[in-house]
């Protein structure tokens, strides 16, 4: 059988390693100067005021839901096609995840549906711009509720005014792990214009210190959600080559589009609408009506291609089933989406005879060669 094709691969060279050599021989593996380093390369990269570095995007999203206010009893509307993470980081604040349906052709958050969601308890609306797409954010803006975003799979996407995600002033999460666009192994960090947002963060991250405080002082509860100084060096190291990376998953995606052009029945990720743009992260289709996704699955597995269902809806999760009473027919569009959808491999390095493989692959296994 052919060499097989992962579903992701981080991009890691010399650069990262002597990065991290240099911190281990610094002797300052944590709360050292790669911190406030990486943070304002990463603010300056998404043209962010300010930034704060936590220890994965599900730490930053949770940080950042208690930052604008998020507490008990609270509602927070938010899209049923995400990663697990953001609905879990509401209920970890003993908030309710309200879901609303998505628009069917983006994938993301329908304001409409989101603005129908809203009740008196509604304290905050926590858009996911999934699979990199941005999300109709002048539109959710328009609700007057406090804003988190979901950018863990969005890093170097554009909003419809063309400013880029991270840089509207909303706290906007990002994570690091090592299918993201970029990694440190684990980690995530909050953008936000507001710095009494970054201050909170900081000291939550921080077991609830203040930065002017002795190291045994505690002003407010806390976490360790720190990220380590080997993690942002490497985080460094990555986003001084973030666009070389980002051109690479643009290349590897328009090789699938022209591969996997006017197969029946089958859809692919939506093209930018107007000055939006897609940061590109993974490369999800929907397979055709009637056609098994997990014998489709199988199918490229026994040709060597790593493929995953991607993703599954959250509120047809067990937990949320039992725990919030939901079932299958709430929303449509969403359950549709979900139980179609296929990340096919994606990744900067991937060869152009690698998308032909998986494309040729996917053709025969639909029987349109
Ligand atoms: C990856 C991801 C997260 C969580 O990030 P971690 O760093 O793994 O905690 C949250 N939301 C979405 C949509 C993601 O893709």
Same mark, same amino acid.
């Given at each position: 059988?052919?060499?097989?094709?992962?579903?992701?691969?981080?991009?890691? #060279?010399?650069?990262?390693?002597?990065? +991290?050599?240099?911190?281990?021989?610094?002797?300052?593996?944590?709360?050292?100067?790669?911190?406030?380093?990486?943070?304002?390369?990463?603010?300056? =990269?998404?043209? &962010? !005021?300010?930034?704060?570095?936590?220890?994965?995007?599900?730490?930053?999203?949770?940080?950042?839901?208690?930052?604008?206010?998020?507490?008990? #009893?609270?509602?927070?509307?938010?899209?049923?096609?995400?990663?697990?993470?953001? &609905?879990?980081?509401?209920?970890?604040?003993?908030?309710?995840?309200?879901?609303?349906?998505?628009?069917?052709?983006?994938?993301?958050?329908?304001?409409? &549906?989101?603005? &129908?969601?809203?009740?008196?308890?509604?304290?905050?609306?926590?858009?996911?711009?999934?699979?990199?797409?941005?999300?109709?954010?002048?539109?959710?803006?328009?609700?007057?509720?406090?804003?988190?975003?979901?950018?863990?799979?969005?890093?170097?996407?554009?909003? =419809?005014?063309?400013?880029?995600?991270?840089?509207?002033?909303?706290? =906007?999460?990002?994570?690091?792990?090592?299918?993201?666009?970029? @990694?440190?192994? !684990?980690?995530?960090?909050?953008?936000?214009?507001?710095?009494?947002?970054?201050?909170?963060?900081?000291?939550?991250?921080?077991?609830?210190?203040?930065?002017?405080?002795?190291?045994?002082?505690?002003?407010?509860?806390?976490?360790?959600?720190?990220?380590?100084?080997?993690?942002?060096?490497?985080?460094?190291?990555?986003?001084?080559?973030?666009? !070389?990376?980002?051109?690479?998953?643009?290349?590897?995606?328009?090789?699938?589009?022209?591969?996997?052009?006017? +197969?029946?029945?089958?859809?692919?990720?939506?093209?930018?609408?107007?000055?939006?743009?897609?940061?590109?992260?993974?490369?999800? +289709?929907?397979?055709?009506? #009637?056609?098994?996704?997990?014998?489709?699955?199988?199918?490229?597995?026994?040709?060597?291609?790593?493929?995953?269902?991607?993703?599954?809806?959250?509120?047809?999760?067990?937990?949320?089933?039992?725990?919030?009473?939901?079932?299958?027919?709430?929303?449509?569009?969403?359950?549709?989406?979900?139980?179609?959808?296929?990340?096919?491999?994606?990744? =900067? !390095?991937?060869? @152009?005879?690698? +998308?032909?493989?998986?494309?040729?692959?996917?053709?025969?296994?639909?029987?349109?060669?």
């Amino acid at each position: 059988m052919a060499e097989p094709i992962p579903l992701a691969k981080p991009l890691l #060279g010399e650069a990262e390693e002597q990065a +991290v050599l240099d911190v281990l021989r610094s002797g300052q593996l944590s709360l050292g100067p790669r911190v406030p380093a990486f943070e304002e390369a990463f603010a300056a =990269a998404v043209e &962010a !005021e300010h930034a704060s570095a936590v220890s994965s995007g599900t730490a930053g999203l949770q940080l950042a839901l208690r930052a604008v206010g998020v507490t008990d #009893g609270d509602e927070v509307v938010t899209s049923p096609l995400s990663f697990v993470a953001s &609905a879990n980081v509401c209920v970890m604040e003993r908030a309710k995840p309200v879901f609303a349906d998505i628009d069917p052709v983006t994938l993301t958050l329908d304001p409409d &549906a989101a603005a &129908a969601a809203v009740t008196d308890r509604t304290t905050a609306i926590m858009p996911i711009h999934i699979f990199g797409y941005p999300t109709a954010m002048i539109e959710l803006e328009a609700l007057g509720l406090p804003i988190v975003e979901d950018a863990c799979e969005a890093l170097g996407a554009r909003y =419809a005014d063309g400013s880029l995600v991270g840089g509207r002033g909303h706290p =906007a999460v990002f994570g690091f792990y090592a299918n993201k666009q970029m @990694t440190t192994g !684990e980690g995530g960090m909050v953008t936000t214009a507001d710095p009494s947002v970054k201050a909170r963060i900081d000291s939550e991250r921080n077991q609830g210190r203040a930065p002017d405080m002795d190291w045994l002082d505690h002003d407010r509860l806390g976490f360790n959600f720190r990220l380590s100084d080997i993690a942002c060096a490497i985080g460094l190291a990555q986003l001084s080559r973030l666009d !070389e990376m980002n051109a690479g998953r643009t290349r590897v995606s328009e090789l699938y589009y022209e591969g996997l052009a006017g +197969v029946e029945g089958l859809s692919l990720p939506c093209s930018d609408q107007g000055s939006e743009r897609r940061g590109w992260f993974v490369f999800v +289709v929907q397979l055709p009506d #009637g056609v098994d996704r997990d014998t489709t699955i199988r199918s490229l597995s026994e040709r060597g291609i790593q493929s995953k269902p991607y993703l599954p809806a959250i509120h047809l999760m067990a937990y949320y089933r039992e725990q919030f009473g939901h079932r299958e027919g709430e929303f449509p569009v969403c359950e549709k989406v979900a139980a179609q959808s296929v990340a096919l491999p994606f990744f =900067a !390095e991937m060869t @152009t005879g690698q +998308v032909e493989r998986v494309c040729a692959a996917l053709r025969e296994i639909l029987g349109q060669t």
